[in-house]
């Protein structure tokens, strides 16, 4: 059925580009000059300074209302982008042009899960810059509209004991999700299947009961883009290739956590699989009870539920355009299923979000599609309208 206009979407997945003042504003007078700030380039383009290192903006991660013909990955300028991309207040005028009713954002600067500060070497300095993107988030991104954006927060990766720490901050600043590598182990951290070190972390994301969105790439690493080694990218492939085929990010992270013993251990974890799409799932959970159901040795069978029903519990898949996904819905669980708009990135479908998710849900019962646009979200994130 047509989508009702009652029906307010909620994105779980778009993005913020950082202004400039964002760590200047709250680092420490010590650490500032070592902190992110914007510069410009030889050639004219704004780029990110961070004690000592050079980050430029991806052209891809900022290109809501441009021709797909100007899409490119070469650096931007602030005045090369919309001012929805890093202004609150004309984010919402954006949204509101979209039919989007609100928004969970993640992070441009700092890789979606703060990658950029794991890999840094003064982990004080990393620290700080952790918190002060969090502290922006809460008090100046979406205080400007408590209502429509949703608070995501950042941790510092690389310590598990200062992940829970930042945990328990966050649920004080009500923080509704959390941001965290879709796959550790190319970032240089333990897997998901470590035995104890993460332990601290699931802890005291159990007590806050908040969510951890696992956004595709923010683990660093990128499915089918060739790489000649670990820092150069094959200068042959298009990052087409990565975009194409984001959802195998998301199935990894998904079979890593369904088999490590982490759910069985923290029964109230929530993952939310950010950017992977949702066609994939039915296949996955089939495939995934067949290779359980014959190679479970290495687990107490009698103590483990079956990995789709763990799924039905702990995950919930999102999607931006997926008609095989929502054709298979039932396979999934209409309640784990979660929708987003990506702005600004270049595969949303802004300013025509709100009509191209009614095509997707065209065949949707009522109540099936106001769950998946924003009952789901509102209830995972609580969230109320």
Known sequence: MPLQNDMKIISTDDHVVEHPNVWL?????????????????????HV????????????????AGKDPKEYGMEPVRYDDMIPGCYDAGERVKDMDIDGVEAALCFPSFPGFSGGVFQRAKDKDLALECVRAWNDFQVDEWCAAAP????????????DPVACAREVERLATLGTKAISFP??????????FHHPTHWEPLWDAVEAAD????????????????SFLDKSKPDPHAPFAVAIA????????????????????????????LSEGGIGWIPYL??????????????????????????????????FIDDFHGVDNRYQIGIENI???????????????????????????????????????????????A
């Open 285 to 318: 959970l089939e495939r995934i009870d067949y290779t359980w159901e014959r190679h479970r040795w290495y687990q107490d069978i009698d103590k483990v539920a079956r990995p789709s029903e763990l799924f039905k519990k702990h995950f919930w898949g999102c």
């Open 48 to 63: 990110w300074r961070y004690d000592g290192e050079i980050y430029p903006q991806i052209g891809l991660n900022a290109v």
């Open 182 to 191: 879709d796959g550790p182990v190319p970032l240089g951290l333990p897997s």
């Open 147 to 158: 209502s429509r954006l949703i608070p995501l927060g950042l941790l510092p990766t690389w």
């Open 245 to 272: 085929v984001f959802a195998t990010n998301s199935m990894w992270s998904t079979a890593d956590l369904l088999l490590s013993g982490v759910l069985q251990r923290h029964p109230k974890l929530r993952f939310v």
């Open 338 to 384: 979660l929708i987003e708009v990506d702005y600004p990135h270049s595969d949303s479908n802004w300013p025509n979000s709100r009509k191209r998710i009614a095509e997707n849900l065209v065949n949707v019962p009522d109540d099936e599609a106001r769950m998946i646009v924003e009952t789901n979200a509102r209830a995972l994130f609580k969230f109320p």
């Open 25 to 45: 504003d709250r680092l420490p007078a010590a650490l500032k000059e070592r902190g992110p700030q914007i510069i410009e380039d030889e050639l004219g383009h």
């Open 210 to 225: 908040i969510p951890l969105a696992l956004h595709f790439g923010s683990g660093s690493f990128v499915p089918g883009f």
